[in-house]
């Protein structure tokens, strides 16, 4: 690079801009665009990515800072990433470096402490490597003996000599804790030759679709709608071989990290040590280790959670989103982008396929498969035609009507069909999607709910061994949202005079009752509750996969893509939780999750059955569920939203102000809505609000939302383009902006 341009950086922050940085001589030619550097940001040292160059110097009136130090030698984010970037901090209205900083492992995003490896490449005999020092005359100063012995510590002063020793092939850089940190524990993945099974005609005709493209290198978006324990992951693994074959590389996202220790046994099972992991649970030096991997080409499939999408893949050739309709697959921090919707655009972006599973497909991506936009495969039955479960509904009001003061957590016929179970030596699955206890706490006298002091919502109670060791061996309260904790207390503190009490049950109280019950069955839960160590999502599931569990309990961890040949029942304990939630897409969520816990039973050779314990037998997602009807729901939903111009027949986004003093946040929204309405008409948008948001107080901090909804997302972004350069968010108060939101709370 000439001495004529700057670097432009962009940082972790919300704002809209690039910071432009001089080169100094050392670096010239050395820097380039998704590189990670150091540099001096208002009074602190942090990390930076460079997003471009400029000719023109900036005005800027403590003149222009140099750009310190250079933490990589080749970008860390790949040309299709930067691309993406700058898609998402437009479509999502974030900042630029919001989007690039959230593209990079943990450990890239610090700065990090990094060494030289001397590598041997290139060394014809010992003298080589002082010969070359000899050449670098500037360099004289480093101890040689200390950088043939490995590597030595990468600062300011040795930069230069790593860009030197690189060009002489005898350099490399690495991050500490990365793939040349011993500390680092490797997993092998052995690999082998597998017996692949025999596709059935409709795995045949999906996989065969796909190919086409692939063959092609087009890019193409497929929404593979299969029933559960329809072979989806089959058509994926096949796909997958094929994009190998071609030299190619492929991604494939899967929404909980309780998939991933079976989803990495499936993957390495067929592709061995070419397959890295990707996920949250990772230490950061496994992590970066694993990133490595990808980017220089030893790793060719990237399996992983959300982040996964951002694997430093060099010749993409297929993107798989299972269980695409997951609103897992959103962040819920800025930048709020959607894992499926990126997921697409990178496919896009390289040519290469992007391939959406599930059995219960989001309604967005239903309606893009009718439009035209994706297209459609249908996998509607499953593996050896084995038939889908049977569902038998047990009305709890009926119930609850015969056994008057007895309300037992499962019901007659539910605990008969767990005893039959058993003594088949059979195995179970008990499913509520609330852990705890009790969720709600309150007085019996006057009806005062315990809320959390700083959230504006009902606090669970939970018997958990570090409630017990924190309150005195006895159980405690705990916010879901902000972790507060707390006694029960002995009075209601509206009243001063009823007596409190615990309604409402969690996957705790359901464990406790099964245990009551059946004292000789093998029971386990998993819940969040359970699986906060390292590794534990795997051991439970091991377990109970292993058949040394008889009974497993849990929220929806064990609801989907999970295979398990034992089970031949489910019971879902609750199959009305959040039927009751202020949001548009409530139903559909408590249909695909009724769904999708029901296929885990009747996988293998034995019939499996479904004992669904509600209150509302009638409602449209039960009975759709029950009768596994997933065309009559989509038509019907498809019209719902239609009439009440939801998404997908629209554009949503989401304004939320939210500050510790309610007068402001409220006031902040208002302001923010008036002049949104003014500008309204002018970009075809619609302007609803500003409201309480449904979770009014969140950790401390009070919400007002306003809605916007509009045809094309574009005329929502103008429309805050022209509010933001008319109005700034007053101090104390903080602004949330969400485009495609995927809850309303």
């Known amino acids: ?129 002082e010969e070359v020092l000899a050449k670098l005359g500037p360099f004289r100063g480093i101890n040689v003996e200390r950088l043939k012995g490995g590597k030595v510590p990468l600062t300011a002063r040795t930069r230069p000599l790593a860009e030197a020793l690189k060009q002489e092939s005898l350099g490399a850089l690495r991050l500490a804790g990365a793939s040349d940190n011993p500390q680092v524990k490797k997993t092998a993945r052995p690999g082998g030759e597998v017996a692949l099974p025999l596709l059935h005609a409709q795995q045949e005709m999906a996989l065969k679709a796909v190919l086409d493209p692939l063959n092609l290198s087009t890019f193409q978006t497929f929404l593979l709608h299969g029933v559960t324990g329809s072979g989806k992951t089959e058509v994926y693994l096949r796909a997958i071989s094929e994009v190998l074959v071609k030299g190619k590389q492929a991604i494939v996202l899967i929404p909980e990290i309780a998939l991933t220790p079976q989803t990495v046994e499936r993957f390495t099972g067929r592709f061995g040590d070419r397959v890295a992991v990707l996920h949250s649970r990772l230490s950061t030096g496994q992590r970066t280790y694993e990133w490595q991997r990808i980017a220089l080409g030893q790793a060719k499939v990237a399996v992983g959670a959300r982040s996964a999408l951002f694997a430093p893949t060099r010749n993409l050739g297929l993107i798989v989103v299972d269980e695409e309709h997951e609103s897992s697959y959103k962040q819920e921090d800025s930048p709020r982008y959607h894992a499926r919707d990126a997921a697409i655009k990178r496919a896009q972006i390289n040519k290469a396929v992007a391939l959406l599973g599930s059995a219960t497909p989001s309604l967005e991506s239903v ?39 007895d309300r037992p957590v499962l019901t007659l016929a539910l605990e008969e069909a767990i005893r039959e179970t058993l003594d088949k030596e059979g195995q179970a699955l008990l499913f509520l999607n609330r852990r705890g206890f009790s969720t709600l706490t309150l007085c019996m006298k006057c009806g005062d709910q315990v809320h959390c002091p700083h959230c504006s919502i009902p606090v669970t109670l939970h018997r958990n061994p570090s409630m017990r060791s924190a309150y005195s061996g006895q159980a405690g309260l705990l916010c879901h949202y902000c972790n507060w904790t707390g006694p029960i207390p002995e009075k209601c503190a509206a009243c001063k005079d009823g007596p409190i009490q615990q309604v409402g049950l969690g996957t705790e ?220 968010t007053p101090a104390g108060v903080f602004r949330a902006v969400d485009l495609d939101p995927q809850t309303m709370l």
């Open 1 to 129: 690079m000439s001495s004529n341009l700057f670097a432009e950086i962009v940082f972790p922050v919300p704002l809209r801009k690039v910071f432009s940085y001089r080169i100094p001589e050392a670096l010239e030619g050395l820097v380039s665009t998704g590189m990670r550097c150091s540099v001096s940001f208002g009074r602190r040292q942090t990390v930076g990515i460079v997003a471009g160059f400029t000719s023109q110097a900036p005005n800027y009136s403590r003149g222009i800072k140099p750009l310190d130090s250079l933490l990589d030698t080749e970008p860390s984010l790949t040309p299709d990433l930067l691309e993406l970037g700058k898609w998402m901090a437009d479509y999502y209205y974030c900042s630029l470096g919001e989007a690039y900083f959230a593209m990079l492992p943990t450990g890239y995003r610090k700065n990090p402490r990094a060494f030289l490896y001397l590598t041997s490449q290139g060394l014809d005999h010992p003298q080589s490597v």
């Open 367 to 405: 309606q893009n498969a009718r439009s035209g936009k994706y297209t459609f495969l249908s996998m509607p039955e499953r593996v050896n035609r084995r038939p889908l479960p049977r569902i038998k509904v047990v009305d709890l009001k009926r119930e609850w009507q015969v056994r008057g003061e």
């Open 509 to 728: 109280k359901v464990e406790e009752e099964l245990k009551a019950k059946f004292p000789k069955a093998r029971i386990a839960r998993m819940d969040l509750d359970t699986t906060r160590k390292a590794g534990s999502h795997g051991e439970i599931l091991d377990r109970f996969r292993r058949r040394q569990t008889d009974l497993l309990v849990g929220t929806q961890m064990i609801a989907k893509g999970h295979d398990f040949p034992g089970v031949t029942l489910v019971g879902i304990v609750g199959a009305d939780v959040g039927l009751a939630l202020p949001d548009f897409r409530a139903s559909e969520r408590v249909f695909q999750l009724l769904v999708q816990v029901a296929g885990r039973a009747g996988r293998a050779e034995k019939e499996g059955t479904i004992y669904l314990q509600t209150f509302h037998p009638e409602h449209a997602s039960i009975v759709s569920a029950v009768r596994h009807d997933t065309q009559g729901f989509w038509e019907r939903e498809l019209e719902l939203r239609k009439d009440l111009e939801y998404p997908p027949f629209c554009k949503l986004g989401l304004l939320i102000y939210r500050a510790k003093d309610e007068k402001k946040a409220h006031e902040a929204a208002e302001k923010a809505g008036e002049i949104l309405r003014k500008d309204a008409g002018k970009y075809g948008v619609r302007v609803v609000g500003p409201a309480p948001a449904g979770i009014f107080k969140l950790r401390g901090h009070y919400r007002f939302q306003v809605l916007l909804k509009a045809a094309k997302p574009q005329a929502i972004r103008q429309l805050l383009q022209s509010l933001d350069s008319r109005l700034e």
